[in-house]
């Protein structure tokens, strides 16, 4: 949901979640960015996605621990960086994850099946916390 001008799926967004709390205080937050978060941001990212890869491809599942504990780190990096995000909301962003060819290509990229693995984590993730 968080945007910067310039992005190409600034208008999408602002479309579909423009009348959300999330939607508003991400673009509270993201122009406070500096060059220097913007960069841990994609650090930060970076950093899930490949130790979710590993977690995946070394034969663990995604209702495991470690899977489970990246899951946890994700939302709280969306948490810290962009908007408030509760165990639900991170399951909605897990359907989007496979829903939408876009963010399916992007993980399953990375290492076929991270899509379906990620959200799985996400939503195992989320009963753990109940």
């Not at 990212?45 to 034969?59: K, L, N, Q």
């Not at 939302?75 to 909605?92: E, V």
Request: proline share 4%.
């Amino acid at each position: 949901m968080a945007g910067a001008e310039g992005n190409p799926y600034e208008k999408e967004a602002r479309e579909r979640w423009g009348d959300t709390d999330a939607y508003r205080e991400s673009r509270r937050r993201a122009p406070k960015h500096t060059d220097a978060d913007r960069a841990t941001i994609a650090g930060e990212v970076e950093d899930i996605e490949a130790r979710m890869a590993a977690v995946m491809t070394s034969g663990g599942e995604p209702g495991g621990v470690s899977a489970m504990d990246l899951a946890e780190e994700a939302r709280l990096h969306i948490d810290r960086w962009f908007y408030p995000c509760s165990h639900a909301m991170h399951a909605g962003l897990a359907e989007m994850y496979t829903a939408d060819p876009r963010f399916r290509a992007h993980y399953d990229e990375r290492a076929e099946g991270l899509a379906d693995f990620f959200a799985e984590a996400i939503r195992s993730n989320q009963a753990r916390h109940g």
